[in-house]
Nanobody, 123 residues
Framework: QVQLVESGGGLVQAGGSLRLSCAAS????????MGWFRQAPGKEREFVAAISWGGGTTVYADSVKGRFTISRDNAKNIVYLQMNRLEYEDTAVYYC????????????????WGQGTQVTVSS
C-alpha cells in the first residue's frame, strides 16, 4: 500500500502562483511514476502532469504546458506541482497519484490516489 497526502492548495488571484506537494509513504519502492490530476465541479477528473521515477521524463496537459512544472524529491518521497500564471479555469480539486505500471496520462494507469487539495483561483 502507498499513502499519498496532498498539501499546498488554497485561494489565489488569477495570475498568481501556488506550489502543491504530495508526500508519499508506505511501499514506495518499485520506482513509481507520479502524476497530478484535477477535477472541477461537474467535470470529470483530468490529467495535469506526470513524472518518471528518475525525474528525467515529464508529461503535461496542453492546458498547463508552460505554466505548471512537476518535480520530485525521491530522498524525501515528495512530488511537487509548481503552478504559475494561474487562471480561473484552473480551479479544481487536485489529486496526486502513483503508478507502478507506466508513466501515463490515463487515470486507469494509476494504482494509488490521495484525497486531494482544493485550488481556487479568483478572477
Amino acid at each position: 500500500q502507498v499513502q499519498l497526502v496532498e498539501s499546498g492548495g488554497g485561494l489565489v488571484q488569477a495570475g498568481g502562483s501556488l506550489r502543491l506537494s504530495c508526500a508519499a509513504s508506505g511501499r514506495t519502492s518499485g520506482d513509481p511514476a507520479m502524476g497530478w490530476f484535477r477535477q472541477a465541479p461537474g467535470k470529470e477528473r483530468e490529467f495535469v502532469a506526470a513524472i518518471s521515477w528518475g525525474g528525467g521524463t515529464t508529461v503535461y496537459a496542453d492546458s498547463v504546458k508552460g505554466r505548471f512544472t512537476i518535480s520530485r524529491d525521491n530522498a524525501k518521497n515528495i512530488v511537487y506541482l509548481q503552478m504559475n500564471r494561474l487562471e480561473y479555469e484552473d480551479t479544481a480539486v487536485y489529486y496526486c497519484a502513483a503508478s507502478f505500471r507506466a508513466l501515463s496520462g490515463r487515470r486507469l494507469s494509476y494504482d494509488y490516489w490521495g484525497q486531494g487539495t482544493q485550488v481556487t483561483v479568483s478572477s
